[in-house]
């Protein structure tokens, strides 16, 4: 596989990429391209791979095999003082949205912003916008633990934006969230899409991902299974797994 650069219209590629753990494969030859502006859900049950992919796209993980270029960037080759400068151009919201527990919600998204060269007023803007975007400004003064689980998902993806990164990638945004809460998250985040960021969301929730009617990608076993440029949960998945119970 040659080393030319990906497109600057490809905010990911994934080029036969495999992880293994010991005598483990967490991925197996995947292959995957995401396109500026697109809303991509990555599907699948809890140890499929999904977790593992991600860390890969935000450098946590480098493959045994294969290739991972994010944002024009080989992050397969990069050295480790490189990453912080392509993380500034991500967003990044973990699947335990951990927000600074000494910081009220305001402190949480102005500390990243700083961190990177924000000035003060910069900052009080940048602040402002989004807490506006993801509507939690009656919340900027409370601390983490006064915030309802939805309150803190929306402040970890206020966090994530704060800095207007053209990709933003969500590991599992909804778990342990209610229905609606988990509608809203999904909602905020496709508002965010349309505002012009590449979003992917990893998921193993059916109903907001048959909701959202978006690019559904379907990981099982650590390979991609299927691929739908708009869809639903795949009933592969469920063919496969009810050939495993049986």
């Known amino acids: 596989m040659g080393g030319a650069k990906v497109a600057i219209q490809t905010m ?3 080029k036969q990429v495999s992880v ?4 483990q494969h967490a991925l197996r030859r ?4 995401v396109e500026l502006g697109e809303f991509v859900f990555l599907v699948g ?3 499929a791979g999904k977790s593992t992919l991600f860390k890969l796209l935000y450098g946590a993980l480098r493959p045994t095999e ?4 994010v944002l024009g960037q080989p992050l397969h080759q990069l050295k480790p003082r490189e990453l912080p400068f392509l993380r500034r151009r991500m967003g990044i919201v ?15 998204i102005a500390y990243g912003l700083r961190a990177i060269g924000y000035n003060e007023r910069a900052v009080r803007e940048r602040v402002a916008k989004v807490l506006a975007l993801v509507g939690l400004n009656l919340q900027a003064r409370q601390m983490p633990h006064q915030l309802s689980g939805g309150e803190a998902q929306r402040a970890a993806i206020a966090r994530a934006i704060a800095n207007n990164p053209p990709l933003l990638i969500a590991d599992e945004p909804t778990a342990n969230l209610d229905p609606d809460t988990s509608w809203e998250i999904i909602d905020l985040l496709m508002h965010i899409n349309r505002r012009g960021a590449t ?11 048959d909701r959202a009617c978006q690019r559904v990608v379907a990981i099982d076993r650590g390979k991609i299974i299927s691929d739908v440029p708009r869809g639903g949960y795949p009933i592969e998945l469920d063919r496969l ?3 495993v119970l049986l």
Request: no cysteine.
């Open 20 to 23: 293994v753990y010991g005598e």
């Open 30 to 33: 995947v292959n995957l391209q």
């Open 12 to 14: 990911v590629a994934l």
């Open 94 to 108: 973990p699947q335990h949205y951990p927000l600074l527990s000494h910081k009220t919600v305001w402190e949480n």
């Open 241 to 243: 797994h009810a050939t």
């Open 199 to 209: 979003v992917i969301v990893s998921t193993h929730n059916r109903t907001i991902v």
């Open 66 to 69: 294969g290739e991972v270029w």
């Open 45 to 47: 049950a809890t140890g």
